[in-house]
């Protein structure tokens, strides 16, 4: 059973940019969240996704976005990247009313 | 809306200490709840669940109690590792919350020998 990959494991911005993150869920799984995870905080929901589309959004700007595709897999963008998004984003997947499995997350630093 | 406390860290015990994060949420519904933990530069990885009052969920000698009528699920140990040192995380979701899941801010434990 492959688990939760997500890529790049790191990635280095300059603010103003956009950035794309991408997320292969676990085999079997067709829900996809996002969350932002802050150093020394607890993971942030983002957005939801369940079958390609939108299934619930935490307190986030639209200048985050995602997709998912007919595999479920799973993409993050945001846009006009500021120094407060430098965070380590983490996907997980899940069934439904199941718990979620994550990923090792993205490290993204915002200079 | 739906929230987790964790009690705030670090926490530092000797190897065989006995082990408690102390966990309540707040929640309109009938919420499930978890603890995950996080090793250096890794994800989360669940830890044990419980899904209705009075469960409990156990695994790799820890332990937690889902109770109501304290809204608490505490996570216990009775003799920790040296290996158990990590990032702990409560966290709830229902279907009140639509699915999301709700972490608390994380309670960093170093064990030493």
């Known amino acids: 059973e492959t688990g939760v990959t997500q890529s790049p494991t790191h990635l280095i911005k300059t603010r103003g940019q956009q950035v794309t993150l991408r997320c292969s869920s676990q085999?079997?799984?067709?829900?996809v969240s996002w969350y932002q995870q802050a150093l020394g905080q607890g993971p942030q929901f983002i957005f939801q996704?369940?079958?390609?589309?939108?299934?619930g959004r935490g307190n986030f700007p639209p200048r985050f976005s995602g997709l998912q595709f007919p595999n479920y897999s799973s993409e993050l963008n945001v846009n006009a990247l500021e120094l407060d998004d430098s965070a380590l984003y983490l996907c997980a997947s899940s069934s439904p009313n199941q718990p979620q499995h994550f990923g090792d997350g993205t490290r993204l630093s915002i200079l | 809306g739906d929230s987790v406390t964790q009690m705030e860290g670090p926490v530092t015990l000797s190897e065989e200490a006995f082990l408690t994060i102390n966990c309540t949420y707040t929640?309109?519904?009938?919420?499930?709840l978890f603890w995950y933990v996080q090793y250096p530069g890794e994800g989360l990885q669940l830890l044990l669940k419980?899904?209705?009052?009075?469960d409990k969920g156990s695994n790799k000698g820890f332990e937690a109690t889902y109770r109501k009528e304290t809204t608490s699920f505490h996570l216990e140990k009775g003799s920790v590792q040296v290996s158990d040192s990590a990032v702990y995380f409560c966290a709830l979701t229902s279907a009140n919350t639509g699915n999301q899941f709700y972490f608390g801010t994380g309670t960093s434990l170093t064990v030493i020998p």
């Open positions: 929640a309109t519904g009938y919420p499930s």
């Open positions: 996704y369940y079958r390609e589309e939108e299934n």
């Open positions: 085999s079997g799984h067709n829900t």
């Open positions: 419980a899904t209705k009052a009075d």
